[in-house]
Nanobody
Framework: QVQLVESGGGLVQTGDSLRLSCVTS????????MGWFRQAPGKEREFVSS???????YYADSVKGRFTISRDNAKNTVYLQMNYLKVEDTAIYYC?????????????????WGEGTLVNVSS
């Protein structure tokens, strides 16, 4: 079966950095787009970033310039480097696997999900 396991979350201060990791297993990682979503308390799950198999990257306007997504196909791992964190970045972050080499910003286009890792940013 396909498994996605996130790690790297924690409690940090405004302006700090974190790097989230998502290790996958049970699928041919190089064939699928990958994405990150987040869900803050009382809000719906929202798109954060995605990376396609060809290396194309996409970001929500709220994180553009601060976050960077990358993937290491040899390690079956996708990363999210988060810099200059803000209180509004506080959320549970989910790693997601797309159904093809490309994927939209719609969560319904992702067929595999991790359990999430909590990022808590305080001032």
């Amino acid at each position: 079966q396909v498994q996605l396991v996130e790690s790297g979350g924690g409690l940090v201060q405004t302006g700090d950095s974190l790097r989230l990791s998502c290790v996958t297993s049970g699928r041919t990682f190089i064939d699928y787009a990958m994405g990150w979503f987040r869900q803050a308390p009382g809000k719906e799950r929202e798109f954060v970033s995605s990376i396609w198999t060809g290396g194309q990257t996409y970001y929500a306007d709220s994180v553009k310039g601060r976050f960077t997504i990358s993937r290491d196909n040899a390690k079956n791992t996708v990363y999210l480097q988060m810099n200059y964190l803000k209180v509004e970045d506080t959320a549970i972050y989910y790693c997601a696997g797309g159904s093809s080499y490309r994927a939209s910003r719609d969560s319904r286009d992702y067929i595999h999900w991790g359990e999430g890792t909590l990022v808590n940013v305080s001032s």
